[in-house]
């Protein structure tokens, strides 16, 4: 499996401290199944280091990691903040492409913003990138209000979604809201967003498992989600073709959709 969303090199945001506990983090995912991470760290104004540490952190750790004997590939990357995707300038964001293509994980606010949002993501796409959106599940500008979400999707950006949200780890609102995108099409990655070997661990297919409970088949579909998709978009690519949406199991569907689907609710 591909995992584009982690923190796993030392020392450059809330990620493992030292190597030696992203060597324990690589060695759980690749346990878990994961063959290739991308290290994503936070690019945003709390962590001021040089994104040029990206690229050489990356290459030590994967020297450590064939010295341990674990089969697992890191690949450089970054979470990118809205307003440091205002700010940073082509150099710089080379740094943080995702396998240096032209996709982009750009974080989804964690407050309420208007329409800065959109405006930043479609400037970037007007630059060229194509931005995935990290973690919009658990974002206050996406979470009950559907339509804004399809208002993004629609205008070419995709999202990642994190196992953790599928596996109900972000409490319920989280995850009927998880539920609803991906029955709307509206999810194009699973990623982990790991921080740790045990705090905010790596793994993907057991929320999968968790989620096939309402939504019967989609585990059948964890193989275009976690690398079919991701795949592609490391190497630059547009999406495979994707697998048609699951139905819910559970009733109340209705319901659901008024209250999460209606902006502000």
């Not at 959106?133 to 658990?138: N, Q, T």
């Amino acid at each position: 499996m591909i995992d584009l969303h982690s923190h796993i090199l030392p020392g450059l945001d809330d990620g493992p401290d030292h190597i030696e506990a992203s060597v324990a983090l690589a060695r759980a995912a690749a346990t878990a199944g994961t063959a290739t991470l991308v290290a994503t760290p936070h690019i945003r104004g709390d962590y001021p280091f040089d994104p040029a540490r990206i690229l050489p952190a990356v290459e030590e750790l994967n020297a450590r990691l064939v010295g341990e004997g674990i089969s697992l590939e890191v690949v450089p990357g970054g979470e990118v903040s809205i307003t440091s995707l205002l700010e940073i300038d082509d150099s710089t964001l080379d740094a943080v492409r995702l396998g240096g293509g032209p996709y982009v994980l750009v974080e989804s606010p964690y407050t309420h913003t208007g329409e800065l949002l959109e405006r930043t993501l479609f400037e970037a796409q007007i630059r060229g990138l194509r931005p995935l959106l990290a973690h919009p599940e658990r974002s206050p500008c996406f979470l009950g209000d559907l339509d804004r979400m399809e208002r993004v999707v629609d205008r070419g950006v995709l999202s990642s979604v994190t196992a953790g949200s599928m596996a109900g780890r972000f409490g319920k609102p989280v995850y009927d809201f998880t539920v609803l995108l991906f029955e709307r099409g509206l999810v194009h990655d699973v990623a982990s967003d790991a921080h740790g070997a045990e705090r905010r661990p790596p793994g993907l297919l057991a929320g999968f498992e968790r989620l096939d409970e309402d939504l019967p088949g989609l585990l059948d579909q964890a193989d275009w989600f976690t690398r079919a998709a991701p795949g592609a978009i490391l190497r630059g690519e547009e999406l495979p073709p994707r697998p048609d949406a699951p139905g819910r199991r559970r009733r109340g569907f209705g319901r659901l959709v008024a209250s999460l689907g209606r902006r502000g609710g």
